[in-house]
Nanobody, 121 residues
Framework: QVQLVESGGGLVQAGGSLTLSCAAS????????MGWYRQAPGSQRELVANMPSGGTRNYADSVKGRFTISRDNAKNMVYLQMNSLKPEDTAVYYC???????????????WGQGTQVTVSS
């Protein structure tokens, strides 16, 4: 079994900062990619940022220059540093990991339970 647990959400004023953390645990052989998605009320879930192992960081245009994704591969963790937050960043943020549970197994996505980020104007 695999678990992704997020932390760090909360309420912040516009212009403020928050850092989200996500820890993956359980029966994991290797993690290929980790990232963050978000879903605002009435909207579809969208990619915020992701970071493949040994690859290039990818960011949504709306967060480029304000958000930074990073990983600690030894701890199976991913972080999202969010600066200059705007009210439109308000959403539930979900951690995502694409991983293999065994050497010969396929790659499958796993999701955290989500953490609420609310930015007040």
């Amino acid at each position: 079994q695999v678990q992704l647990v997020e932390s760090g959400g909360g309420l912040v004023q516009a212009g403020g900062s928050l850092t989200l953390s996500c820890a993956a645990s359980g029966n994991i052989f290797t993690i290929n990619s980790m990232g963050w998605y978000r879903q605002a009320p009435g909207s579809q879930r969208e990619l915020v940022a992701n970071m493949p192992s040994g690859g290039t960081r990818n960011y949504a245009d709306s967060v480029k220059g304000r958000f930074t994704i990073s990983r600690d591969n030894a701890k199976n963790m991913v972080y999202l540093q969010m600066n200059s937050l705007k009210p439109e960043d308000t959403a539930v943020y979900y951690c995502n990991a694409e991983l293999q549970r065994t050497r010969w197994g396929g790659r499958f996505p796993y999701w955290g339970q989500g953490t609420q980020v609310t930015v007040s104007s």
